[in-house]
């Protein structure tokens, strides 16, 4: 019997879904895909200084390594492509993205902040997936 894995239907800086019955609702496959992608690279890491010391410490205090930080590097000096470089680093890290073929990454400036656009393919099923997102200041 193949067991699935769900996580609670939680989309970045929203509350927790409901399901009919008044229980929470469970995200698996597809959402869940794009709910643990978008909180990878919506968490800023901690940043350090050359020491290797915390100057600012991370959204996650147990794991203060982990995320993209893209709402840090609205209104930096960070490039498209420096920015489409981290989002693909951080994406290969998540087991439901296909290697191969690698994310297509488009990253636009809009007023703010920027617009983001992955194609990208689920590993488990081969579907083509698409998510797009906006990181405002």
Same mark, same amino acid.
């Given at each position: 019997?193949?067991?699935?894995?769900?996580?609670?239907?939680?989309?970045?800086?929203? *509350?927790?879904?409901?399901?009919?019955?008044?229980?929470?609702?469970?995200a698996s *496959?597809? $959402?869940?895909?794009?709910?643990?992608?978008?909180?990878?690279?919506?968490?800023?890491?901690?940043?350090? *200084?050359?020491?290797?010391? &915390?100057? !600012?410490?991370?959204?996650? %205090?147990?794991?203060?390594?982990?995320?993209?930080?893209?709402?840090?590097l609205v209104?930096?000096?960070?490039?498209?492509? $420096?920015?489409?470089?981290? %989002?693909?680093?951080?994406?290969?890290? $998540?087991?439901? !993205?296909?290697?191969?073929?690698?994310?297509?990454?488009? @990253?636009?400036?809009?007023? *703010?902040? %920027?617009? &983001?656009?992955?194609?990208?393919?689920?590993?488990? +099923?081969? +579907?083509? %997936? &698409?998510?797009?997102?906006? @990181?405002?200041?």
């Amino acid at each position: 019997m193949q067991q699935i894995l769900y996580d609670i239907s939680h989309y970045w800086s929203g *509350d927790c879904s409901a399901a009919a019955n008044g229980d929470l609702l469970k995200a698996s *496959d597809m $959402e869940r895909s794009k709910q643990r992608i978008l909180r990878r690279l919506l968490t800023n890491p901690a940043q350090k *200084d050359a020491s290797g010391n &915390v100057i !600012v410490a991370g959204d996650y %205090i147990f794991h203060p390594d982990y995320g993209a930080g893209l709402p840090r590097l609205v209104g930096s000096l960070a490039s498209p492509a $420096e920015i489409r470089a981290l %989002i693909r680093g951080q994406m290969l890290m $998540e087991a439901s !993205v296909a290697r191969n073929p690698p994310p297509d990454i488009t @990253v636009t400036a809009i007023s *703010d902040g %920027i617009n &983001v656009q992955i194609n990208y393919t689920d590993a488990s +099923t081969g +579907t083509p %997936i &698409v998510l797009a997102f906006n @990181v405002n200041k």
